[in-house]
């Protein structure tokens, strides 16, 4: 046995980014930090700055959590870079006198980015460039599950019950702001006003008068030139987890996970409810369904993952109607994942506690190519 074969796998996790999620990315990695099995893995925290910088940082998940009070933030550590070398790829330090010194190879990429610059193919497009196996979905499903415009056209072209939406692109807005605020006229209110490639609520207003909407779109607009419009949908929020199949079989799904927001200072599950506010919200798993219904959740999810595509973990996300009906309201390819989070609660309820999850997203991404597949 050589010496290589008893070295143990190589672990980058890459968080922070250039996103608006930047401090979730943040949080998300602390949990990961903290959880991820160190007598299996040899683990590499690197930070990527708000501008785009990866930088070597602090391997103590309370530097990156929310403990402090305070958001965390990457601000910069000793400059890396991921480079190709004959042995494959490694990361190299770069000094401040100019030297470059390598930190080892790399033997897997687990990307904790959430949002643009990280989550929407972006990276995972750089990664594939680099030959180097990663965690979690390709470029396409990344790309579409960033984008909540693209994504309801291919969930509708695979056949899901979409709610209502319109979509303003930054041309339209820049011809004509009135004409493409009339687009929306069609649409019943409360509407939800979102940047069409953002994530964890940031930007999301809800509209409940027309005097509302143009503040509500140049809002969104900060975060995104294009904007989704979405009518309310009465019903229950309720998502569901899936896992990919190891080898050629099926996606898994979890049991079902319900967000119900508490009545009082939040009008939906908004920023301030998911990150800050810890009384806003109830997150219930698994969520009590009629008989078959969360059956029926369960085969949805894995056929809206199967639709973009996906790859590794998804979350996807469904209004239960007081009808009976699930309308698909999003997918995230890189759903929050601390401890406490959605997904790796439902996964926990469903017989996959935390750490080995985290080791099922391993193997499945050290046992698929990179490339075409």
Same mark, same amino acid.
């Given at each position: 046995?050589?010496?290589?074969?008893?070295?143990?796998?190589?672990?980058? =996790?890459?968080?922070?980014?250039?996103?608006?999620?930047?401090?979730?990315?943040?949080?998300?990695?602390?949990?990961?930090?903290?959880?991820?099995?160190?007598?299996?893995?040899?683990?590499?925290?690197?930070?990527?700055?708000?501008?785009?910088?990866?930088?070597?940082?602090?391997?103590?998940?309370?530097?990156?959590?929310?403990?402090?009070?305070?958001?965390?933030?990457?601000?910069?550590?000793?400059?890396?870079?991921?480079?190709?070398?004959?042995?494959?790829?490694?990361?190299?330090?770069?000094?401040?006198?100019?030297?470059?010194?390598?930190?080892?190879?790399?033997?897997?990429?687990?990307?904790?980015?959430?949002?643009?610059? +990280?989550?929407?193919? !972006?990276?995972?497009?750089?990664?594939?460039?680099?030959?180097?196996?990663?965690?979690?979905?390709?470029?396409?499903?990344?790309?579409?599950?960033?984008?909540?415009?693209?994504?309801?056209?291919?969930?509708?072209?695979?056949?899901?019950?979409?709610?209502?939406?319109?979509?303003? !692109?930054?041309?339209?807005?820049?011809?004509?702001?009135?004409?493409?605020?009339?687009?929306?006229?069609?649409?019943?209110?409360?509407?939800?006003?979102?940047?069409?490639?953002?994530?964890?609520?940031?930007?999301?207003?809800?509209?409940?008068?027309?005097?509302?909407?143009?503040?509500?779109?140049?809002?969104?607009?900060?975060?995104?030139?294009?904007?989704?419009?979405?009518?309310?949908?009465?019903?229950?929020?309720?998502?569901?987890?899936?896992?990919?199949?190891?080898?050629?079989?099926?996606?898994?799904?979890?049991?079902?996970?319900?967000?119900?927001?508490?009545?009082?200072?939040?009008?939906?599950?908004?920023?301030?409810?998911?990150?800050?506010?810890?009384?806003?919200?109830?997150?219930?798993?698994?969520?009590?369904?009629?008989?078959?219904?969360?059956?029926?959740?369960?085969?949805?999810?894995?056929?809206?993952?199967?639709?973009?595509?996906?790859?590794?973990?998804?979350?996807?996300?469904?209004?239960?109607?007081?009808? +009976?009906?699930?309308?698909?309201?999003?997918?995230? !390819?890189?759903?929050?994942?601390?401890?406490?989070?959605?997904?790796?609660?439902?996964?926990?309820?469903?017989?996959?506690?935390?750490?080995? =999850?985290?080791?099922?997203?391993?193997?499945?991404?050290?046992?698929?190519?990179?490339?075409?597949?």
């Amino acid at each position: 046995m050589t010496q290589d074969s008893l070295r143990k796998p190589r672990i980058a =996790l890459l968080f922070g980014g250039r996103s608006s999620e930047h401090a979730v990315s943040c949080v998300t990695a602390a949990g990961v930090l903290n959880a991820i099995d160190r007598e299996k893995y040899d683990v590499v925290p690197v930070g990527i700055t708000r501008s785009g910088s990866w930088s070597l940082v602090e391997q103590d998940p309370a530097d990156w959590s929310l403990s402090s009070g305070e958001a965390p933030e990457v601000a910069g550590g000793t400059p890396v870079r991921l480079a190709d070398v004959s042995a494959g790829s490694e990361l190299q330090a770069h000094d401040g006198n100019g030297s470059v010194r390598s930190l080892g190879g790399v033997d897997l990429v687990f990307p904790l980015l959430h949002g643009p610059f +990280g989550e929407d193919g !972006t990276l995972q497009g750089l990664l594939e460039l680099a030959d180097v196996p990663y965690v979690g979905s390709g470029v396409s499903a990344s790309a579409i599950g960033m984008d909540k415009h693209y994504m309801k056209v291919v969930f509708e072209a695979a056949g899901f019950d979409v709610g209502p939406y319109v979509v303003i !692109t930054d041309k339209e807005w820049q011809r004509d702001p009135e004409a493409a605020l009339a687009t929306s006229g069609r649409l019943d209110y409360p509407l939800f006003v979102k940047p069409a490639r953002a994530g964890s609520s940031v930007g999301i207003s809800r509209v409940d008068d027309p005097s509302q909407l143009r503040a509500a779109v140049e809002a969104a607009r900060e975060h995104d030139p294009k904007v989704v419009i979405e009518a309310g949908i009465t019903g229950r929020e309720i998502e569901c987890g899936v896992l990919e199949g190891r080898g050629a079989s099926p996606a898994r799904a979890s049991l079902p996970g319900e967000i119900a927001v508490e009545a009082g200072a939040h009008t939906f599950y908004d920023f301030e409810a998911k990150y800050v506010d810890g009384a806003a919200a109830t997150l219930s798993c698994p969520a009590e369904l009629p008989e078959g219904a969360g059956e029926e959740l369960g085969r949805l999810a894995v056929a809206a993952f199967d639709a973009v595509g996906a790859e590794g973990l998804a979350r996807v996300d469904f209004f239960y109607t007081p009808d +009976g009906r699930w309308v698909i309201n999003e997918i995230n !390819t890189m759903p929050g994942f601390t401890p406490i989070s959605m997904y790796p609660q439902m996964w926990a309820a469903s017989g996959l506690p935390y750490r080995e =999850l985290i080791d099922e997203l391993i193997w499945l991404a050290m046992n698929r190519r990179t490339g075409l597949r």
